[in-house]
C-alpha cells in the first residue's frame, strides 16, 4: 500500500467524510456524473414550471437586478445574469478545453485532427440546413444556430455508460469533435447572434485582451491581476453587444498551457530547498525558516503546473456540478399549461431543432467522416470500426446546453422559444437514447487498455 504523503480532514476516516465527502467527490470525477445532474436541474426546471405555483418560475428568473457604480449602471434579470455572467465562466472552461485539446489534445496533430474536424463541419452544415428547409422565413428562422451544438458532458457521460464497449480511441474522436463543434458554436455565437455593436466598448475590450496578452508573455504570474482585468473584459464585452460569455473563451484560449519550470527544474528546485534540512539537521531552525522554506517549496510545486491544469482541475467540477445545472434550472423551465403539446412537438421550429439534431447531426458527422478518411484526410482511430463512428454520431446529437444557450439568444418571442426548447429536449432525447441503444448493441467489448497492451506484445 502507497504510504500517503498529505493527510487533511477530507481524507480521515471520520464519520462525514467517509460517508457523505469522500462519496460525493468520487462521483463528482464520474464522466457520466455531470450528465445525471444536468438531467435532474432540468426535469427540476420543467416540474417547477408546470407545477400549480408554476407561474412563479417565470416570475423569480426575470427578478430585475439592478446595479449602479454611478458611470456604470447595470440593470438585468435573474436570468440574465446566470446567461451572461455564469455562463461565461462556463465557456471560459470551454476555452480552456479547447486550448488543451490544440496544444497537446487530438487536436494538436494534423493527421489526427483532421477527422473530427471535418467530421464537426458535417455535423453543424447538415443541421442548419435541415432547421432552414423545415422552418425557414421570419423570425422563426433565427434558430438555425441551434441543432449545430453537441453537450461534451451529456455526449461522454452517455458514451462513459457503455464502458469498454467503445474504444478509446472513439472516445477521444467524440470528444475533439464536440470541442470542434463548440468552436463551431462559439463562432457562430459571436457573429451571427451579435445586436447593437457597440465598437468604443468592444475597442477597450480588445484591448484589455491584449494587455493580458503581453502580460503572459512577460511572466506576470499574480492571479489577482488576471482576474481583475479578466473581469473588466467581461463587462466590456457585455456592455459591447457581443455576448459577454465570448470573453471567456478568449480568456481561456489566453490561458498559458505551459509550466514556468519543467519537471526537471522542479526536482531540482524541489531539492535544493529539502536539502537545506539535510546541511541544517543539527542546526537550530527558527519557525520563520521553516515557514518561508515550506512557501517557497509550495510556490515552486505550483509553477510546476501549468495554469491551464490549474485553472482546469479548480473550476471544471464548479462549472459542471453547479453551474450548468443552474443554467438548465432558469433555462429548461416549459409551461405546458395552455399549450397544445402535440401542435407545439410539431411546428415547423420544434421539428425543425429536433431533426436537425436527430438527422442532420448522424448523416453530416458520418458523411464528412467517411468522405475525410476516403480522400485521405484522416483515419479512423485504432479499434474504432464505422459502426462506432456512426452510433458517436447519433449521440452528438445530444445538443442539450448549448442549444438551449443559443436559442435564448435566436429567440425573443417566448413562443418561438418554447417551441425551441421542445424541439431540443425532443430532439436530444431521442439522439441520446437510440445513440446508447445502438452502440450497446454494436458487439462485444474492446479490450482494456492492459489487455491491449498485452495482446499488442503477443503479435
Not at 69 to 84: A, M, P, Y
Not at 330 to 344: E, H, K, M, P, Y
Request: hydrophobic fraction near 55%; glycine fraction near 10%; charge should be negative.
Amino acid at each position: 500500500m502507497t504510504e500517503r504523503t498529505h493527510d487533511t480532514w477530507t481524507q480521515s476516516d471520520r464519520y462525514v467524510p467517509t460517508r457523505f465527502l469522500r462519496p460525493l467527490l468520487k462521483f463528482t470525477r464520474v464522466e457520466a456524473g455531470s450528465g445525471i445532474v444536468l438531467l435532474l436541474a432540468a426535469a427540476a426546471a420543467l416540474a417547477w414550471a408546470n407545477a400549480p405555483f408554476g407561474e412563479g418560475y417565470e416570475t423569480f428568473w426575470t427578478s430585475p437586478i439592478d446595479l449602479d457604480f454611478g458611470i456604470l449602471h447595470i440593470e438585468e434579470t435573474l436570468r440574465d445574469v446566470v446567461n451572461d455572467a455564469l455562463m461565461a465562466i462556463f465557456f471560459f472552461v470551454v476555452g480552456l478545453e479547447i486550448k488543451r485539446e490544440l496544444v497537446r489534445g487530438d487536436l494538436a496533430d494534423r493527421k489526427r485532427a483532421m477527422l473530427p474536424i471535418v467530421a464537426a463541419l458535417g455535423g453543424m452544415i447538415f443541421p442548419a440546413a435541415i432547421y432552414l428547409i423545415i422552418a425557414s422565413g421570419g423570425d422563426a428562422s433565427r434558430g438555425w444556430g441551434i441543432p449545430m451544438a453537441t453537450d461534451i458532458a451529456f455526449s461522454i457521460g452517455i458514451v462513459a455508460l457503455l464502458g469498454t464497449r467503445i474504444p478509446v480511441g472513439a472516445r477521444l474522436f467524440l470528444l475533439a469533435l464536440a470541442i470542434v463543434d463548440d468552436i463551431g458554436a462559439i463562432a457562430v455565437i459571436a457573429i451571427f447572434y451579435t445586436d447593437d455593436l457597440q465598437f468604443a466598448w468592444l475597442a477597450v475590450g480588445l484591448g484589455t485582451l491584449v494587455a493580458i496578452r503581453i502580460a503572459t508573455k512577460v511572466g506576470v504570474r499574480n492571479v489577482t491581476f488576471y482576474v481583475l482585468l479578466g473581469s473588466f473584459t467581461w463587462l466590456c464585452f457585455l456592455e459591447s453587444g457581443v455576448h459577454a460569455t465570448i470573453a471567456g473563451v478568449a480568456l481561456g484560449l489566453m490561458t498559458p498551457a505551459v509550466a514556468l519550470y519543467s519537471d526537471a527544474e522542479y526536482k531540482r528546485r524541489a531539492t535544493l530547498v529539502l536539502s537545506r534540512f539535510e546541511m541544517e539537521a543539527h542546526a537550530p531552525r527558527g519557525p520563520e525558516r521553516v515557514d518561508a522554506d515550506a512557501l517557497e517549496l509550495a510556490a515552486i510545486a505550483r509553477e510546476s503546473v501549468s495554469p491551464l491544469d490549474r485553472l482546469e482541475v479548480a473550476i471544471h467540477p464548479w462549472s459542471s456540478f453547479l453551474i450548468v445545472p443552474i443554467f438548465a434550472l432558469a433555462n429548461a423551465g416549459v409551461r405546458f399549461a395552455g399549450l397544445d403539446v402535440v401542435d407545439a412537438a410539431t411546428s415547423s421550429v420544434a421539428l425543425g431543432v429536433a431533426l436537425g439534431l436527430i438527422v442532420g447531426k448522424t448523416v453530416g458527422v458520418t458523411l464528412f467522416a467517411y468522405l475525410a478518411v476516403r480522400l485521405g484526410m484522416g483515419s479512423l482511430p485504432r479499434n474504432t470500426t464505422w459502426r462506432h463512428i456512426v452510433g458517436l454520431a447519433i449521440i452528438a446529437g445530444v445538443g442539450f446546453t448549448v442549444s438551449l444557450f443559443i436559442a435564448e439568444l435566436a429567440f425573443f418571442d417566448p413562443e418561438l422559444l418554447d417551441l425551441a426548447k421542445i424541439g431540443i429536449f425532443t430532439g436530444s432525447g431521442v439522439a441520446g437514447i437510440s445513440g446508447y441503444l445502438y452502440l450497446r448493441g454494436s458487439g462485444s467489448k474492446t479490450p482494456t487498455p492492459e489487455l491491449a497492451g498485452a495482446l499488442d506484445v503477443a503479435d
